[in-house]
């Protein structure tokens, strides 16, 4: 995952929705 090494405080987050289709979305939403 780009968004784990791109923001740090993501990676916390992705930590328990690394699978989740909603990280997938936050991401389109952050940029």
């Not at 699978?19 to 979305?25: F, G, K």
Request: proline share 6%.
């Amino acid at each position: 995952m780009v968004i784990v090494t791109d923001c740090p405080k993501m990676k916390n987050f992705s930590q328990g929705e690394l699978s989740t289709p909603r990280l997938e979305h936050m991401h389109l939403t952050r940029d």
